[in-house]
């Protein structure tokens, strides 16, 4: 009867560890993904790592506030909401830095698009919000002119 048992734990732990690697896969794609945007030193190199082929549209349904001049581009306030249902994310670029991609929110399902953070900016730049909403990417835009950079500079 131990054998029996023995060998039922085994089964089940052996079910148990193919069930987590399978699980694992999905995961370390979308983490290659996003490596591989955040390590982009173009915007067009991260919109590809993030989103393949697909490319935002400029939305009025994406709200972003950042202010227009930034003293300190070491922290610069920046707020993004949108009202579009089933958002999956919300990612932060600015153009000219040395690695545009500031941020990436992935937005858990029925949650409220609605982020604030900090971010640095190296110098005068186009900042873009991009929503990933539905299976379709808006984003918004807006010039921020830094007076004294915080990427090193």
Not at 25 to 46: G, K, M, W
Not at 111 to 139: M, P
């Amino acid at each position: 009867m131990s054998m029996t048992r023995r060998a039922a734990i085994i089964r089940m732990a052996s079910f148990g560890l193919a069930c987590g690697t399978a699980l694992m896969f999905p995961l370390r794609a979308l983490a290659e993904r996003v490596d591989l945007a955040f390590n982009s030193y173009t915007d067009n190199d991260v919109l590809a790592g993030l989103f393949g082929d697909r490319r935002p549209v400029i939305s009025d349904q994406v709200i972003m506030k950042a202010p227009a001049i930034a003293e300190n581009g070491a922290v610069v306030p920046i707020k993004v909401r949108t009202d579009l249902p089933k958002v999956q994310s919300i990612s932060i670029l600015a153009k000219e830095n040395p690695q545009p991609l500031a941020i990436s929110f992935l937005i858990p399902e029925g949650t409220k698009a609605d982020i604030s953070t900090r971010i640095r900016l190296a110098k005068t730049t186009l900042v873009t919000a991009v929503v990933e909403a539905d299976g379709q990417l808006y984003s918004s835009e807006q010039e921020v002119k830094v007076t004294i950079g915080g990427c090193g500079g």
